[in-house]
T-cell receptor
C-alpha cells in the first residue's frame, strides 16, 4: 500500500475549520484514501474515505487533488471534542487484506477555545 | 446497532503469564482483525480472521495467537507475557469478502504486564 505523509501536529481554534493535509504521492489508481481519528485512550474512529471525487458526510469533507497525490480532510467547525490524532491511510481494493490497515504516526490535532 | 465490543477493558498480568482477550464484532460482520498499539511502535496489525480462518498475519512472534468462532466472535491469546507486551489491543470488524468495506474498531483492551 502507498505510504502517507502527515504533519505531526497542528492547532485549530474552536469554531474554525480545521484543514488536515495528507501527502500520498505514490498512490495507485485502485487505492482509496481513508481517514480515521483516535481520541486519547479510545479505539480509532472511521471518518470518511474516497477514491477520486470529493466526499462529504456528517463529520467531515475529503478533498482529493486531481492527480490524487494529496488530500485534505476538512472539519468544518472544530470543537474541543475533535482534539485527537488523525490518521490518513491509503488502502488497496481488490486484495485479500480485508481487515488490514497500515497506520502511520498521524497528525495530533489540538482544538483550543 | 451495537459496535465492536472488547473485554476486558483493563487488565494487569505478571511476566510469564498468559492472557486471553475477547472481541464481539458488529452483528453481521465476519472479518475480525486485531491490532497492537504501543507508544513506541504505534498501531500495528496482528492478524485477521474470516469464517474461522486466519487470513493475514502481521510480524509478531508465535506467542501471539488468535481464533475465531462460528458466531464470528474472536479471541486473541498472548502466552509467556513480556513487559514489552504492555499495550492497547484493538479489535476491528468489517463485513469481509471485499477490501472496500469500512473497518470499525472497538475501544480496546489495556494490558499492563508487570
Amino acid at each position: 500500500d502507498a505510504k502517507t505523509t502527515q504533519p505531526p501536529s497542528m492547532d485549530c481554534a474552536e469554531g474554525r475549520a480545521a484543514n488536515l493535509p495528507c501527502n500520498h504521492s505514490t498512490i495507485s489508481g485502485n487505492e482509496y484514501v481513508y481517514w480515521y481519528r483516535q481520541i486519547h485512550s479510545q479505539g480509532p474512529q472511521y471518518i470518511i474515505h474516497g477514491l477520486k471525487n470529493n466526499e462529504t458526510n456528517e463529520m467531515a469533507s475529503l478533498i482529493i487533488t486531481e492527480d490524487r497525490k494529496s488530500s485534505t480532510l476538512i472539519l468544518p467547525h472544530a470543537t474541543l471534542r475533535d482534539t485527537a490524532v488523525y490518521y490518513c491511510i491509503v488502502r488497496v481494493e481488490g486484495t485479500d487484506s480485508w481487515g488490514k490497515l497500515q497506520f502511520g504516526a498521524g497528525t495530533q490535532v489540538v482544538v483550543t477555545p | 446497532k451495537a459496535g465492536v465490543t472488547q473485554t476486558p477493558r483493563y487488565l494487569i498480568k505478571t511476566r510469564g503469564q498468559q492472557v486471553t482477550l475477547s472481541c464481539s464484532p458488529i452483528s453481521g460482520h465476519r472479518s475480525v482483525s486485531w491490532y497492537q498499539q504501543t507508544p513506541g511502535q504505534g498501531l500495528q496489525f496482528l492478524f485477521e480472521y474470516f469464517s474461522e480462518t486466519q487470513r493475514n498475519k502481521g510480524n509478531f512472534p508465535g506467542r501471539f495467537s488468535g481464533r475465531q468462532f462460528s458466531n464470528s466472535r474472536s479471541e486473541m491469546n498472548v502466552s509467556t507475557l513480556e513487559l514489552g507486551d504492555s499495550a492497547l489491543y484493538l479489535c476491528a470488524s468489517s463485513p469481509g469478502g471485499y477490501s472496500g468495506n469500512t473497518i470499525y474498531f472497538g475501544e480496546g483492551s489495556w494490558l499492563t504486564v508487570v
